[in-house]
């Protein structure tokens, strides 16, 4: 069974950074995709960074250019570097992986999630 577990979370000013960490285990084989969500109170879960076996990234327009995503393979480490942080990047921000071929943006296709890490930006 998966396991993920998220840490780095916290309160910071505007225009601050943060580095969220996510450390996987309980698998043989890599998970084919790793990724990071968030979820404001009252919205849904939004899809933020994905990156893939291969290296490939993806990120969501709001955060583009600001957040970076990098894994650790021989450390079964996922981290997420938040720059130039803004209020509304205020959330709960939540690990996911699958194991299955390709990333993708929608939630549903992560059988795995974190419990999650609360990042807060105050103005």
């Known amino acids: 069974q998966v396991q993920l577990v998220e840490s780095g979370g916290g309160s910071v000013q505007a225009g601050g950074s943060l580095r969220l960490t996510c450390a996987a285990s309980?698998?043989?084989?890599?998970?084919?995709?790793m990724g990071w969500f968030r979820q404001a109170p009252g919205q849904e879960r939004e899809w933020v960074a994905t990156r893939d076996n291969y290296g490939g990234t993806a990120y969501a327009d709001s955060v583009k250019g600001r957040f970076t995503i990098s894994r650790d393979n021989a450390k079964n480490t996922l981290y997420l570097q938040m720059n130039s942080l803004k209020p509304e990047d205020t959330a709960m921000y939540y690990c996911a992986a699958r194991l299955a071929t390709f990333c993708y943006t929608g939630r549903t296709y992560y059988p795995y999630w974190g419990q999650g890490t609360q990042v807060t930006v105050s103005s």
């Open positions: 309980g698998y043989t084989n890599s998970p084919a995709c």
